[in-house]
């Protein structure tokens, strides 16, 4: 399980940092997932191994702009290259909406068909043959979302002896039990995969999440997960200075809500653009690291623009890539 | 007067080129105006000495989105770093809605206002203290104009010899001849600026054209232009084998309308982002300059992205940077 920055900023894009993307993929770019789409988010891309083509669902954590207004973008020119796949919008109704004007408004059409999920329906649950989704409600100015990804049809190993042993022998019976099909036999029994196989490994999740001010709403989701990508816009002093309004986390809130459900990999993104990351300028980026550092025992990672990182079936988390 | 390319690629971005964008500005960046908008603008703006806080209008040519995507983007932007002066767009009347659809489902609002402008107003003028502003209808998919800009309030030059014959002293009313405003004396004379000023050069005049089939369209305004930038998104070849439907310009055509009409400076823009700008790659950028030169013998430029050109008080167009 891989996944790229295309964006780290908060609000506004700066000359290192653009606005919120990120894409993810099980293993190879074939087919991907989009976790939000702030403006420039397709030249981003071109940067990276991902095209549009290939795109298998857009996920939305909320409506803001930072967020959103890469989409008119992006939708179109896929159209250009000729995209007929369809594809899933997970988002809030209001995307919806912001797609169609934009399209009505500027002589746009699609040579593909958009499928339009609402990420606010309570029962809330999408998936495909390689990862199943559910979501958390997060606490920001406008409806937000945390999308929680856990891989589907891990490899199982046939319990051979077993198989023997009842009788089963090698056959295609033994492929269908594999993929995790249960199996009906010649004889009548019906043979389930679960009683034959042995998944070796757990299932990778990862979270991420949208703008929010309260990391606890994720206590429940977090527990079994790897990794959560989480926002961390300001220190605290900072955020202390802001005040409430804004609804967004400090580094010092993140970190200690990691620790405290025992998190092993914590991804911090969505820096103000206060923070630089050259090496003049006050503030400092370095000063969000400090700050989580001090509250946070896990491995702790501050996102850059392209940094890309593996999650690996040992469930490590691996930084593949320096990014910018 | 000078003008910086912020995006040349027609249709999608490519890694080296934009898509449409270009700030102008008569003598420093304070005030300037951008013509097209497309998706990325505000990010190549950070890597110009053009600030949104001093931007004063900006001139929609049409609605389609690789000129408009970027309005939402940059107008946020603006709002968030705080901008309180009006702003002026000079657009199609769907652009305003796009405008007001995106920021209503996306939980934003400006905090200035815009005045939204009708570019296919019959009547359609536009003027500030530094230029005057007409348009041109072209030919196009949907209605689309060219912008011709025209520098306002030339520095006149004191006719000290007449005035001082007619008895008009040195004093405040010569500065007021020489800002071009008429006076009226204390002995009862109204004394008009013309009579006793004289302009010792030609306002300089830029066509900015947007996207267009027919250059004979701009025949008219062009005559007293000194520069004229028009799309040429394909070679005479690609024109004949993508046929008539997108409704653009080959480089072939605006040559030998540039020829005709003897402009002295063409500027050629909005390339298809099938040709390629590196050493290696066909269809190549040269192709599209060998095929311009071989119909137009003025001084042809083929714009890069941020690659500034002025407009010397002499007339010529001189580059001032190479771009990327």
Known sequence: ?????????????????????????????????????????QHQLLRTRYSVMQLRAIFITHIHGDHTFGLPGLLTS??????????DIIAPTQVQRLIHAVINNSDSSLSYSLNFIDSEAPDFYWQDDYFSVTNVALSHRVPCRAYKFTERHLERQLLQAELRQDGIEPG????????????LLDDGRLIRSDDYTHLPRTARRLIVAGDNDTPELLAEAARDSHVLVHESTYTQEVADRVGPWPQHSSAEQVARFAQQ?????????????????????????????????????????????????????????VPLSKGT
């Open 172 to 183: 295609p019976s033994w492929g269908e039990l594999q993929k995790g099909n249960d199996v």
């Open 1 to 41: 399980m891989e996944f790229t920055f295309l964006g780290t900023s908060a609000g506004t894009p700066t000359r290192s940092r653009n606005v919120t993307g990120l894409a993810l993929c099980r293993s190879g770019p074939k087919p991907w997932y989009l976790v939000d789409c702030g403006e420039g988010t």
């Open 261 to 317: 459900v025992k998190l092993p990999n914590l991804v911090l993104t969505h820096f103000s653009s206060r923070y630089q990351s050259g090496p003049v300028g006050t503030p400092h980026i370095s000063q969000v690291a400090a700050e989580a550092m001090q509250h946070y025992q896990g491995n702790l990672f501050l996102a850059r623009d392209f940094e890309t990182y593996r999650l690996e079936k040992d469930l490590s988390l």
């Open 78 to 87: 896929a159209s250009m290259l000729g995209r007929t796949e369809p594809l």
